[in-house]
Structures are given as C-alpha cells and as structure tokens.
C-alpha cells in the first residue's frame, strides 16, 4: 500500500518530458506475438502495465527483456494459446492478445479482461469482427475461447469507433487471407502508431488515421524496431498541472496536433499556450473562464483529460458543463474532489461544476488511473495537505509521477504504509 503526501499552494515551473504512449506500447507489445522475429521498442514507459503485459507475454511463452527505456521480445518459441486470468484481470488491454493469438496459432483462450472501474466497456465490438473474419467464438467460466480453420478477409463495419476492437482485427487481418476493410474505424494516434509498426514488419496496412482502414493479409511478419508515440494524456495532464498551480511548464517531446481539441479548451478557459514542434509552454495564472466538454472519440476531446479538466473548471468563474460520452462511470471521482471543496453535481452522464471554488486539502482515494491524476491535480492547486490513497491505479499509467512533479517544484511524496484500514478496497 502507498499513498501520496502533497502539500499545495506552489506553482509548478520547469521543462518535463513526455514518456512513450501507455495506450500505443501495450498494443505494440501484444503485436509481437504475430513474429517469430526479434522485436524492440523504444521509448516504452516503464509502468505497472507494462510489466503486467510483459508477464502475460511470458506466460503465452515470449522471452521479454525491459531496459531503461526499450523492451525486446522474442516470441520465436512455442507458444501457448490460453492467457492467465490473474494477469489479464488487472487490465483492459491484454483483451489484445485476441487478435494477435488468433492469426499466428488459429485460437485463442483469454480471460475476461479487468482494468478501471469506469463503466462497462464491452467487448463484443471485438468478437463480432473477428467472426466476420472466421472465428469460432465460444464463452465459458470467465474465459472467451476463439478458435479458426483459417482467417479471410471481409468488409467490417463497428458499430462504434472501439480502439480496442479496430486493433485487434487490424492484428488479426495482417495474416488473414485476402483484404479486410474496416469502417468507422478508430482515428486514433495510437492506432496510426500501431499501423506504422506492423507496416515495419511487413504488414500491408493504409488507411490508419482515417475511419476506413484497408489491409491486404500477407503470409508473415518479421521483426522490427519501432519508437512508441508520446503520451499524449500524460502531456494533456502535465499542461492542467500548469493552469491548476498558476505555473509555467514546457511539455517536451511531444505532438500538438494530437491534442488539438485539447489544446483548444484550454485557451478557451484563458490558459496561455503556445505551441512548437514538438513541444509546448503551458502558462496558468489570472482568471478562468468556464467552458462546457463533451468527450468524443478522436479527434473529440479525450476521456481521459475529462477528470484533469473538472479540476480545472471547479477554479474557473461560473459555471461549466462536462458531457461524458465515451464511459459512463467516469464521474466516479467527482465525491472525492468535492471532499477537496470543489462544487460538482452528477446528473446521468453529465457533470454541472460550479467553478469558483477554493480547495483545502483533505484525505481522498482514487477510485481509477485518470481520477487519481486529476485528484494529484487538485492537490497540488489545494490549499493545506492533501493524502490520496491508492495510487497504485495512477502507477498503471504514469512514469515516475511523483518524480517529475517534485522537478517541477511539487511538493509531493510517496509514502509507503501497511496501514490497511486508510483504504477501501480497490476497484480491479
């Protein structure tokens, strides 16, 4: 158990750089399984999913190897079809594995994937797809068992842009016979991310980036190096922790494009921004206006910047309303803010922050990955002391936090304890 300790009220100044994509490097991992070859990734952000993956891809029989800043792997050996649940449990995106499993050996067994409590994220988005492709779906005690003669292309149309299901059937059409179109696919960088990479190996992939992507199956795939795509969440939060503490951050290494509609909001809301290549200076400071959001598939502004900016609208003037259209649990974290003296009213999936508000800080838990950052946010912009717990779900997707923080000027630390009776039980 693990808590972190923040004592607010200091403007947060500096320059800090980006890790790679949580949501592009699991991908690209599960990748791997399609090639005998030799696979290395640089710039993989070393956190908790990615050494729960590692250990998936292990398990399956891949040799996987984490350094400083890359991961090889070597899936030349047998492998085994069927996935541990214990592992799989703790995350959404070993549901991924899917796909790769499903070209290279003809089946798959995989347990019903785990991750934030944010709502119900079905995966039959991704069985109906892989059916249209040639896959026997059958479900039993928790596990999905797919399985096929032999994989064929086809014209598959999602009823909803899911990352997770464009990805595992563009994985899965890479060694399918013939050509697989996709529409309404997910537009997404770290599809176009996960598209470069099978492209390097030999993958006949176009489209990616676009809601029709074509991909004209090959016999196999070799090995391949390949940059993971920066993080463009953690940038997202890096530039509210700038707005919420009236700092002045340089968020380096990253793309602005990516976060356009982003970015867009934030002016909005009277945060100075100014965008280079491939990094942007993010100024707080003077007064907020309020501004309503609605979270969309990308391009739409993100899910997962929705927690980070009801922090910031709860110090704007008047009042903003935030529509959440993607998870709807997503507002789970709005009690423990309010705890902190914010002004956030819930009604189904939309969120009425009344803005204004002077935070103190208070003990609060995080109740998912996103929330957890949002309430460090709040923290870091509150008055007093602040001690989140659980931040084990902030571990899942962010690099040495607490670390880059205190960089910047934070005062922030991590506490280790084994005093349970501070903590609710944690949501897998």
Not at 171 to 181: F, H, I, S
Not at 255 to 280: C, Q, T, Y
Not at 325 to 346: I, K, M, S, Y
Request: glycine share 10%.
């Amino acid at each position: 158990m693990a808590k972190y300790v923040i004592n607010g009220g200091f403007p947060l100044a500096g320059a800090v750089r980006i890790s790679g994509a949580k949501n592009s490097a699991l991908k690209l991992m599960a990748a791997s399984l399609m090639t005998t070859g030799k696979v290395t990734l640089h710039n993989v952000p070393l956190i908790k999913d990615v050494f729960t993956m590692a250990d998936v891809l292990r398990e399956i029989g891949a040799d996987v190897t984490i350094g400083p800043d890359s991961v090889e792997i070597d899936a030349s050996g047998e492998l085994s079809h069927t996935t541990p649940y214990e592992l799989v449990r703790k995350m959404r995106a070993s549901i991924t594995v899917m796909g790769p499993l499903l070209a290279r050996l003809h089946r798959a067994r995989v347990a019903m994937p785990g991750g934030c409590n944010i709502g119900p994220r079905q995966i039959n988005f991704h069985l109906s797809s892989l059916e249209k492709l040639g896959a026997r779906i059958h479900a039993d005690h928790g596990f999905i068992n797919v399985a096929t003669n032999g994989l064929t292309g086809d014209v598959i149309s999602l009823d909803y842009p899911s990352v997770g299901a464009t990805e595992n059937v563009m994985m899965a059409a890479c060694l399918a016979k013939g050509r697989t179109v996709i529409e309404s696919a997910a537009r997404e960088p770290e599809i176009i991310d996960l598209a470069k990479f099978l492209t390097s190996m030999g993958a006949n992939i176009s489209g990616a980036g676009s809601n029709t992507i074509v991909i004209e199956g090959v016999e196999e795939l070799g090995g391949a190096t390949h940059t993971v795509v920066p993080d463009r969440v953690e940038a997202g939060t890096f530039m509210v922790a700038a707005a919420v503490t009236e700092g002045d951050i340089e968020v380096e290494g990253i793309n602005p494009l990516h976060l356009e509609i982003f970015i867009s909001k934030l002016r909005a809301i009277g945060v100075d921004i100014k965008e280079f290549d491939h990094s942007v200076r993010c100024r707080g400071g003077g007064e907020y206006s309020s501004t309503d959001i609605s979270t969309l598939p990308h391009p739409g502004f993100p899910t997962d910047l929705q927690a980070p900016m009801i922090v910031l609208l709860s110090l704007a003037r008047g009042h903003s309303i935030v529509t959440e259209n993607v998870f709807e649990n997503r507002f789970g974290f709005v009690d423990e803010l309010n705890r902190l003296g914010a002004n956030v009213r819930v009604s189904g999936h939309h969120a009425v922050v009344h803005g204004g508000s002077r935070l103190e800080g208070t003990i609060v838990e995080a109740p998912d990955l996103r929330a957890g950052a949002a309430l460090v946010l709040a923290g870091m912009a509150a008055s007093g002391t602040t001690e989140i717990g659980h931040i084990g779900h902030i571990d899942r997707g962010y690099e040495n936090f607490e670390l880059k923080l205190q960089a910047l000027g934070a005062d922030i630390q991590r506490v280790e304890t084994s005093d349970r009776s501070h903590f609710i039980a944690p949501f897998n």
